[in-house]
């Protein structure tokens, strides 16, 4: 790629993040309008406009508003139905910037380390894309590139990201958003680090060794750097192809899911925060490829404790359990009437787990009732004044609300209590914490503070 070609492509993209400044100046201006002017906002047509704009967008801006869109109530309605239109894959870079790249990473000759290299990327997102190609020893490897400049990008995003809440917050109190872009921003600066990556698609394979139903890629340390990530390549179908087989595999592709989300969370403390459908596969065998490693959440101990003690409150109706749980969660002194309104929300989250028998994740096959219920928890908590979560529940709350939506893709009917149960059963947080710490040193990351 030329200078020249260089100077243009960041002209472009500059060009784009003023457009976007633009459109969210444009939409803040006008909720300002409506709060303290008595204006009338048409938030449908706005948050059109807001989905167009970072559409445009090749960043993770794009990748940030679909995360806030799984969260329930992170945005109004009206916002998060537009971002969840976004599309992950974006059109790919050229062969000439792909060949500029891998001569950066990994010097010149790097095509001599290959026998194969595609030139077209097989998957392009937000962060960067991903090529196949084939080593000498025959083994079919992918090769995920970094777009350049990812961390700057970034950061721009990121105070894009801060004004769009700034935004939110001038109509609607009823979520505090300061935990929410705390954790969301170290999330995404993580997944600039391709050698973190390295390290967490380790941990995964370690904790799902026993797991038959689940895989996971092995990378490829002397042809990884911290914007490449070379690793094995595991063939496979879309879910929403895999969807289309019999109801027995489908069962079958849920409960793999399910081991393969959870198992590391009661296990070790640990859990994928980005359920997006482009992020696994599935076999012929209904067994399925875990394939992005970026987003990585570790709980302390207490947390998953919590996790299972909110469980039995709902199911006990233990009102003093239930504010156990949430305290050792981080919500500051929950009272009586925030405790009722949570519930609302965790009813439904546990609701499949309460009863022993084979069901669907929830009754209805759209995500209509859960909208309700959010609904429901949003006007309440606005009547109280608002709450601010936690940083460790934002992602708790995305898997859990991601993972459903997966379930009722699937069509599935399991009896997801003993799948529950089968995993917490004789759960021990002195244990847990033990093989979190070693498992976590096994592949060289530190146990958080």
């Known amino acids: 790629m030329s200078a020249d070609d260089e100077a243009s492509r960041f002209g472009r993209r500059a060009r784009r993040y003023v457009g976007t400044s633009r459109t969210v100046g444009t939409l803040a201006a006008k909720v300002a309008g409506e709060h303290y002017l008595g204006l009338k906002m048409d938030r449908e047509k706005h948050a059109a406009t807001l989905r167009k704009a970072l559409?445009?967008?090749?960043?993770?801006?794009?990748?940030?508003?679909?995360?806030?869109?799984?969260?329930?109530?992170?945005?109004?309605?009206?916002y998060a139905e537009e971002l969840r239109q976004l599309q992950a894959n974006a059109p790919p870079m050229d062969w000439?910037?792909?060949?500029?790249?891998?001569?950066g990473q990994l010097g010149v000759g790097w095509q001599d380390r290959f026998t194969e290299f595609g030139q077209d990327a097989s998957h392009a997102a937000s962060l960067g894309q991903v090529h196949k190609a084939v080593l000498h020893d025959g083994r079919t490897v992918a090769c995920k590139l970094q777009y350049p400049d990812m961390a700057s990008v970034v950061e721009a995003d990121l105070s894009q990201l801060k004004l769009i809440f700034s935004l939110y917050s001038?109509?609607?109190?009823?979520?505090?958003?300061?935990?929410?872009?705390?954790?969301?921003?170290?999330?995404?600066?993580?997944?600039?680090?391709?050698?973190?990556?390295?390290?967490?698609?380790?941990?995964?394979?370690r904790m799902l060794a026993a797991e038959p139903g689940v895989h996971v890629p092995e990378p490829i340390e002397d042809l990884s750097t911290?914007?490449?990530?070379?690793?094995?390549?595991?063939?496979?179908?879309?879910?929403?192809?895999?969807?289309?087989?019999?109801?027995?595999e489908r069962n079958r592709i849920a409960y793999n899911m399910f081991r393969a989300w959870y198992v590391p969370f009661y296990d070790y403390g640990i859990i994928h925060g980005d359920p997006h459908l482009g992020n696994y596969t599935v076999r012929p065998d209904n067994s399925v490829n875990l394939l992005d490693f970026g987003c990585i959440r570790v709980f302390p101990s207490s947390f998953v404790e919590g996790v299972i003690d909110l469980y039995k409150a709902i199911r006990d109706k233990d009102e003093a359990l239930a504010v156990h749980a949430y305290e050792t969660w981080g919500f500051e002194a929950p009272s009586k009437d925030l405790i009722r309104v949570l519930n609302l929300w965790a009813e439904f989250i546990y609701a499949p787990l309460m009863q022993d028998k084979v069901q669907k994740i929830q009754e209805s096959e759209s995500g209509h009732y859960g909208a309700q219920v959010a609904?429901?928890?949003?006007?309440?908590?606005r009547k109280l004044g608002g709450v601010r979560p936690p940083r460790e529940f934002v992602m708790m709350d995305r898997a859990a609300v991601g993972l459903g939506s997966v379930f009722m893709h699937l069509k599935a009917e399991i009896n997801w209590y003993r799948l529950f149960?089968?995993?917490?059963?004789?759960?021990?947080?002195?244990?847990l914490a033990q093989r979190q710490a070693q498992a976590l040193a096994a592949v060289g990351l530190d146990v958080p503070a």
């Open 55 to 78: 559409g445009g967008l090749k960043g993770p801006l794009m990748k940030v508003a679909q995360i806030l869109a799984s969260i329930p109530d992170a945005l109004p309605k009206e």
């Open 96 to 103: 000439l910037f792909v060949r500029r790249r891998m001569t």
């Open 170 to 205: 001038r109509f609607d109190k009823a979520i505090q958003t300061e935990n929410i872009y705390e954790e969301v921003s170290a999330r995404l600066r993580e997944e600039l680090d391709y050698q973190r990556e390295a390290k967490q698609m380790r941990l995964y394979a």
């Open 226 to 248: 911290g914007r490449l990530l070379t690793m094995s390549w595991l063939d496979g179908v879309p879910l929403l192809e895999a969807a289309q087989r019999s109801a027995e």
């Open 375 to 381: 609904d429901k928890v949003h006007t309440e908590l």
């Open 421 to 431: 149960h089968d995993l917490v059963g004789d759960f021990d947080a002195a244990a």
